[in-house]
Antibody, heavy 123, light 108 residues
Framework: QLLLQESGPGLVKPSGTLSLSCSVS??????????WGWIRQSPGKGLEWIGSVYYDGRTHYNPSLQNRVNISLDTSKDQFSLRLSSVTATDTAIYYCASPKCSDTSCYNFDLWGQGTLVIVSS | EIVLTQSPGTLSLSPGERATLSCRASQSISSSYLAWYQQRPGQAPRLLIYNAFRRPTGIPDRFSGSGSGTDFALTISRLEPEDFAVYYCQQYDNSQITFGQGTRLDIK
């Protein structure tokens, strides 16, 4: 079965770029799901969708973040990545990678989630 | 962007009671695109309901979803101690995804 695991620096300086990867195990990133997504949760707050990358490399982003975000696939490593530029303290959050399991439920929700990784933006 | 508004913000109930959580969309959405999640402290969200009323394998049948158009609901028929958590609705529209702000279900 597919498993997702986030990795990356836990501390990023203000104005810098946040970079995270999500490793997909138990299957191929090219065929394992219709799309792969990033969601974040600021401390004590709700869930915010950041964006998604589809199996063919197409991307869709949250309009509030699209000027700063880039999500990409690395099929050679079975990973997908998040880059968020010009970060401020408001970008401090737990970042989750997630994906639907279209064959089990539907393609319009997130069945699989990584455990999440806390990223703090601070000097 | 479709905005999802959940109510109430906090719901205080006792084990064994029935809980009804509401999710209202700013415009009509297809039932196929509405999901509910449960999030316990320190854990990633867990999918509870998809397509507005379907349960994934392994989700107890005390959880049920209903609704259409702009008004959706999650009902927990008889609360178990492990059900006290935060619940989110989520919609998918033309590749854009939004979550509601969440309802916290507290033990009374």
């Amino acid at each position: 079965q597919l498993l997702l695991q986030e990795s990356g620096p836990g501390l990023v300086k203000p104005s810098g770029t946040l970079s995270l990867s999500c490793s997909v195990s138990g299957g191929s990133i090219r065929t394992g799901s219709y799309y792969w997504g990033w969601i974040r949760q600021s401390p004590g707050k709700g869930l915010e969708w950041i964006g998604s990358v589809y199996y063919d490399g197409r991307t869709h982003y949250n309009p509030s973040l699209q000027n700063r975000v880039n999500i990409s696939l690395d099929t050679s490593k079975d990973q997908f990545s998040l880059r968020l530029s010009s970060v401020t303290a408001t970008d401090t959050a737990i970042y989750y990678c997630a994906s639907p399991k279209c064959s089990d439920t539907s393609c319009y929700n997130f069945d699989l989630w990584g455990q999440g990784t806390l990223v703090i933006v601070s000097s | 962007e479709i905005v999802l508004t959940q109510s109430p913000g906090t719901l205080s109930l006792s084990p064994g009671e029935r809980a009804t959580l509401s999710c209202r969309a700013s415009q009509s959405i297809s039932s196929s695109y509405l999901a509910w999640y449960q999030q316990r402290p320190g854990q990633a969200p867990r999918l509870l309901i998809y397509n507005a009323f379907r349960r994934p394998t392994g989700i107890p049948d005390r959880f049920s979803g209903s609704g259409s158009g702009t008004d959706f609901a999650l009902t927990i028929s008889r609360l178990e101690p492990e059900d006290f958590a935060v619940y989110y609705c989520q919609q998918y529209d033309n590749s854009q995804i939004t979550f509601g702000q969440g309802t916290r279900l507290d033990i009374k």
